[in-house]
């Protein structure tokens, strides 16, 4: 991977240069051993949240149930109302604090303990055994045999711990962990709870070995590959031998280079570059084709004994930013056009589950999203694998504030940021999806910054760790606001002077005057709001800017603004993953096919009861079953020329798409009188129709549907079927006000692991078999188990009745 920047007068940032740091001495001998590296998910768990001591909890006192990883305990604990006394606090204000525990989505915090018995393998003696933890949320700590071996101070960072040496073979062993979400206002939003991503023992040899994330690869004028690796030598043995293979996407090796390397002595690790491997005619990793390389490292002694292989995917492409053209991905000007979400899941709370990732990933591809800002913490590797497979360029966040108040809340976060630091940059940097770093969030918005100047020092701090481990990626914070101070002038604040890439939350109306004053400027809307939906995209000179990520595009639990509420609700998307009118705004913002979609506004009585009392959390909707006689307000989102509107089939009228910034892509229709039948809009280009979308006044609910996400699912105990149930009229039309309670119940090899239907009001569980109707719709979220076979899921409201079958691949 390569990039380049404009340098600011003051920085220099570009591509270093790699050197030959080996000695190739001779060829080694074919290995001909067997790989010594070994993984082993561990994901089978008991679960307790007794009050407990790490001693207690080896013991297993308490009361226990078993878990399956990721898992988030947080998410099935009960919703908890604020108590009569409760106000907003407005004293922090990034923090939108309306109650007691109104960001962390009305859960209450507290402790999680997880236990694990096992008899290690006999086979294992004489190896190094890492026991790999990819996060604990919010901070935790690792016991082994009632041994603290280890732990987290910022959930979002994974950490590895040798226990090579505290095994008990032959006999039982317990791994111990507790889990903190620690109080209220240790952040701004929903965190989960628990060990909710992977856990695994990794076995290698002892003496010769990878260290953790030990491959940095990359890239120059995308026809030269370049490796450098990290070994840990435990040996006498002055040298070692290194095969490097690149294989392509079909399987086939394209190249293999074969290296002695001489260790440096009195290091026990030490990175060593291995190779700068021609690779002409390279396949681009782009958009639309993200092609994927595999890298793998294998390391044996001269005689061929095979100590140690690691492998890693990788893609050939070029980035590059400056203030003329904002961002080029090998060397076409692309914009992006993405979201900034938090890493919850919807239903399944912070339960990292690959396949729950790859949905969202591949729906917002369908509505022409190519980007991802990581807001604001590393996500799941997951995340960052699957953007790499479907061509999704990643803004990867470090943190929100750099405080210890939002640094996990236990240790001074100046303290674990010279840790977390490198953790994350050298576990992403070989995915070709990253395209920039971020290091906060909206520091202005902070007073209490180590330094006293605003995050200037902090950043400079962080930003020359970082470069020890990537120099092939700018960085930035995302600032809000940008100016210099509360105060005086409107000049960008000391912390945009020294960032790689300006990113302003909000403020792109800034980047023209501050473009003028500093010509140096390449700027990025790290967030935009979804209320100026359409101004704040079109108005940006999009020739120049870097682009721009929408916050909260898919609503999440967490961040509420008021009880019953119970998180964000102003996405495009609910969390049941149903698309909202307005998706269809952003489709036609972001993708060239032709679109159109109607909404219609809601008016009281037609929104949300919860408790007698209307909730307007969506004030648009796309069905057609509406009060006779009532006037309506309604939308026609299309990037077509012109739309005419027909009800039961006679025209309304023609309208022809504005072109201006603040109406574009969006026709608005007054006062269209209801009556019940069919709602049409069709585009119109250059004459000719392109696009159509009609809304039918559904009958009387006659029966469910089933629609499964994808044909078929794999019995590896991970993969999740999301399935959509529906209540229905005679032609099939869903009834938007059925609102039934149904129970779920599964035969075969699987199990509900979270139901949803969208209402982010509902104060119904996640977790469970039952959940009633929102909008005619609900979610069942399977998890499958690892024996295969037939799995049928069934439903019932108690008058109706009905099941589909989901067959698992061969």
């Known amino acids: 991977m390569q990039s380049s920047i404009n340098p600011q007068p003051k920085l220099f940032y570009g591509m270093k240069k790699n050197k030959i740091l080996l000695t190739l001495l001779l060829l080694c001998l074919p290995f001909v051993a067997m790989a010594q590296r070994d993984t082993l998910n561990v994901v089978d768990w008991q679960f307790s949240r007794s009050n407990l001591t790490p001693e207690s909890a ?89 041994e603290r071996i280890g732990g987290t101070e910022y959930g979002y960072i994974g950490f590895g711990i040798d226990i090579s040496d505290k095994l008990r073979y032959g006999q039982e062993n317990v791994i ?151 961002f080029k991905l090998n060397g076409r000007k692309v914009l992006l056009k993405g979201l900034a979400n938090h890493h919850t899941l919807g239903a399944l709370g912070a339960a990292a589950y690959p396949r729950a990732i790859e949905k969202r990933i591949q729906l917002l591809k369908s509505f022409g999203f190519n980007h991802i800002r990581c807001s604001h913490n590393p996500y799941s ?72 100047d605003w995050g200037v020092t902090p950043y400079r701090l962080l930003r020359t760790l970082l470069r020890r481990y990537d120099t092939t990626r700018p960085t930035t914070v995302a600032m809000h606001p940008r100016f210099r101070n509360w105060e005086t002038d409107s000049l960008p604040c000391d912390l945009a002077m020294n960032t790689d890439i300006q990113a302003y939350n909000y403020r ?60 964000w609700d102003g996405g495009v998307f609910n969390t049941a993953l149903r698309p909202k009118p307005k998706a269809w705004l952003v489709k036609a913002m972001f993708t060239d096919k032709p679109t159109v979609h109607i909404g219609v506004v809601d008016q009281k009585g037609e929104g949300t009861v919860w408790n007698g009392v209307e909730i307007k959390t969506d004030n648009m909707s796309d069905h057609w079953n509406r009060t006779v006689g009532k006037k309506y307000t309604l939308y026609t989102y299309t990037n077509a020329d012109e739309v005419e509107l027909f009800l039961n089939g006679r025209s309304l009228g023609r309208k022809r798409n504005a072109t201006d910034a603040d109406h574009r892509d969006q026709i608005r229709w007054d006062n269209i009188e209801y009556e019940p039948g069919t709602l049409e809009a069709v585009a ?52 938007p006000q059925a609102d039934n309670m149904l129970t779920f119940s599964v035969d075969g090899d699987a199990e509900i692991v979270a139901v949803d239907n969208g209402n982010i009001v509902s104060d119904e569980p996640f977790t469970g078999n039952r959940r009633s109707l929102y909008r005619g719709e609900a979610l069942v979220i399977l998890r499958a188990g690892t024996k295969g076979g037939k799995v049928v899921l069934k439903a019932t409201d108690g008058h109706r009745s009905g099941s589909v079958r989901l067959d698992y691949s061969k």
Not at 227 to 252: F, L, W
Not at 704 to 730: E, I, N
Request: aromatic residues 12%.
């Open 58 to 146: 080896t013991k297993g006192d308490g009361q226990w149930k078993g878990v399956r990883l990721p898992h988030d305990f947080l998410v099935e604990q009960p919703w908890v109302a604020p108590a009569a006394g409760e106000k907003a606090d407005n004293s922090d204000v990034a923090a939108n604090v309306k109650s007691r525990l109104s960001a962390r989505g009305f859960k209450e915090m507290g402790i999680g303990w997880y236990r694990h018995a096992f008899s290690p393998n006999p086979d294992w003696k004489g190896h190094r055994v890492m026991l790999e933890v990819g996060g604990i949320m919010l901070v935790g700590d690792v016991y082994l045999n009632g």
């Open 381 to 452: 590797e997951d995340l960052y694998r699957l953007a790499d497979k479907y061509g999704m360029l990643v803004v990867d966040e470090a943190y929100d504030k750099w405080t210890t108040q939002y640094g996990g809340g236990r240790e001074e976060w100046t303290k674990h940021w010279q840790y977390d630091i490198p953790e994350w940059v050298q576990r992403d940097r070989n995915h070709p999806s990253v395209v920039m770093w971020s290091l906060g969030n909206e520091l202005q918005q902070e007073p209490n910054l180590p330094f006293g």
């Open 176 to 326: 111990v962990v507790k889990a903190d979400t620690r109080n209220p206002n240790n952040s701004r939003w929903y965190t989960g709870g628990g060990l909710y991503r992977d856990v695994k023992f990794i076995v290698t040899d002892k003496s010769l070995y990878f260290d953790r994330h030990p491959l940095y690869i990359t890239t120059t004028n995308n026809d030269t590959v370049h490796v450098r690796a990290t070994i840990c030598n435990y040996t006498k043995a002055p040298v070692g031998c290194v095969v490097v293979n690149i294989i392509d996407a079909n399987g086939h090796s394209l190249s293999k280079t074969v290296n002695t390397i001489k260790y440096q002595r009195r290091k026990k690790s030490n990175e060593y570059q291995l190779a700068d491997i021609p690779l002409p005619n390279a396949h681009l990793w782009d958009l639309d084709s993200p092609y994927l390389y595999t890298m793998t490292v294998s390391l044996t002694d001269t005689a061929g004994r095979l100590y140690d292989r690691v492998s890693e995917q990788f893609g050939v492409r070029t980035i590059e930013y400056g203030p003329a053209f904002g």
């Open 508 to 567: 792109y109306m800034y980047f023209p005057g501050d473009g003028r004053r500093f010509p140096w400027m390449t700027f990025y809307q790290s967030e935009a709001n979804l209320t100026m939906m359409g101004p704040n995209f079109f108005g940006m000179d999009l020739a120049k800017v870097i682009g721009l990520a929408y916050w909260g595009m898919i609503d999440y639990i967490g961040e509420s603004r008021g009880w019953p509420v119970k998180g």
């Open 684 to 735: 119109y280009n250059n004459g000719r129709v392109v696009a159509r979308h009609k809304i039918r006044t559904a009958g009387e609910p006659r029966k469910l549907t089933f629609t499964a996400d994808k044909s078929s699912w794999k019995a590896d105990g991970m993969d999740l079927m999301h399935v959509r149930v529906a209540m229905v009229d005679k032609q099939g039309t869903v009834c």
